[in-house]
């Protein structure tokens, strides 16, 4: 098999993407005071494995470090979550991990309590694998998931991802090991997808 062909990263404005219903954009600074309410909800912190930030400067710090410096840096991508024609953001979605070298990168989203079970993170995940396949270069997309977050894995499922396993006791989080459901999902793969 040939070798893919290696992509320009990143690319010189962010990619701004729009589905039926949403905008995924750049996430800026002014996106703070979301950021700390938005990762603080007990919910997102419990099946995330990741700990509230604990004030503004704290969420400012992990906004600049996860959300805009990735992007620059070239290490992956984070997109705010916003519906068509409303500023605010109800989520965030986008790549990390990423193995430039192997074609792959694992990806992390989250959704506002009050926009769950709509479809909205089917519709941002479509968008946002197809363009991790197409712009990115990936050959191989991974996805980790409490195995007690059941919309998680229907949704993983729903658009066409695998399990391969699960990672027995992955995380530590909050003093005790935690396990991590493994999916994936291949660009051969994605062409004959489930229809969401």
């Not at 912190?45 to 620059?72: Q, S």
Request: charged fraction near 30%; include cysteine.
């Amino acid at each position: 098999m040939a070798r893919p062909a290696r992509i320009e990263w990143p690319p010189r404005a962010f990619p701004q993407l729009e589905t039926k219903r949403l905008v995924l954009r750049r996430m800026t600074l002014e996106d703070a005071e979301f950021y700390l309410r938005h990762f603080s909800d007990p919910t997102i912190v419990e099946l995330t494995a990741f700990e509230a930030p604990k004030d503004l400067d704290a969420a400012i710090e992990e906004l600049l470090e996860y959300c805009i410096r990735i992007f620059d840096e070239g290490r992956g991508i984070r997109w705010g979550l916003a519906l068509r024609g409303r500023p605010e953001l109800i989520g965030t979605c986008g790549y990390h991990a990423w193995s430039r070298e192997n074609f792959r990168a694992r990806i992390g989203y989250d959704l506002a309590a009050d926009h769950r079970r709509k479809g909205i993170m089917t519709e941002a995940l479509v968008a946002m694998i197809g363009y991790g396949f197409e712009e990115m270069g990936l050959h191989r997309i991974e996805a980790l998931t409490d195995p007690k977050n059941t919309g998680s894995i229907a949704l993983l499922r729903k658009i066409g991802f695998r399990q391969e396993g699960v990672l027995r006791e992955d995380t530590f989080f909050r003093g005790r090991f935690v396990d991590d459901v493994c999916f994936s999902l291949l660009k051969p793969e994605w062409a004959h997808r489930p229809t969401p």
